[in-house]
């Protein structure tokens, strides 16, 4: 790589890491080409996506904001795992990580500040996601609507069905 070239890849890492919600490290070695493109498949469906990235040019284009802590995960074959949300790439990341064992969750990094480590991540994949929040936000929402809804027709039920209850009493 030439100096033009590391610059545009640190450049690239600086987006990465203030538009994604969380980025998880990752160590990939012994993955084949069809495991990571399985990954990759994986990540994508949830809008989020991994990346090999070199160690140095992550380190520069974080400026030391994370510290010695920080500065730790970085070492050995690294991917990294992003997408927009915090929860997204962590669930497929730590679901990939028990089904196949080469692929080891090092540590995170959360809003460009906060160094997660490997427990800190998978605690982080058990939170819903962005789309099962909205998801029990609307049906909270819609809860109240639907019990009002029922209180107001149960008294024309009630009155339904003793209508019919003396019409048959009168056919009889």
Do not use: C, W
Not at 9 to 25: H, R, T
Not at 40 to 62: C, D, F, P, S
Not at 114 to 132: F, I, Q
């Amino acid at each position: 790589m030439d100096r033009a070239q590391k610059q545009e890849s640190i450049e690239s890492l600086k987006s990465v890491f203030a538009d994604a919600g969380a980025v998880v490290v990752t160590h990939y070695m012994g993955l084949t080409v069809a495991e990571m493109t399985d990954l990759r498949l994986r990540l994508r469906k949830e809008g989020a996506a991994i990346k090999v990235v070199k160690n140095t040019l992550a380190l520069k284009a974080l400026d030391g904001k994370l510290g010695d802590t920080g500065s730790a995960l970085f070492t050995g074959p690294v991917a990294i795992a992003y997408g927009p949300d915090a929860v997204s790439a962590a669930k497929i990341a730590v679901q990939f990580a028990k089904e196949n064992d080469k692929l080891k969750i090092v540590g995170g990094v959360l809003d460009q500040t906060n160094v997660l480590d490997e427990a800190g991540v998978r605690a982080l994949a058990t939170l819903p996601s962005l789309d099962e929040l909205r998801g029990k936000l609307i049906g909270l929402i819609q809860a109240p609507a639907t019990k009002i809804a029922g209180v107001l027709q149960a008294p024309a039920g009630q009155l339904a069905r003793v209508f019919n209850a003396y019409a048959t009493k009168d056919a009889a």
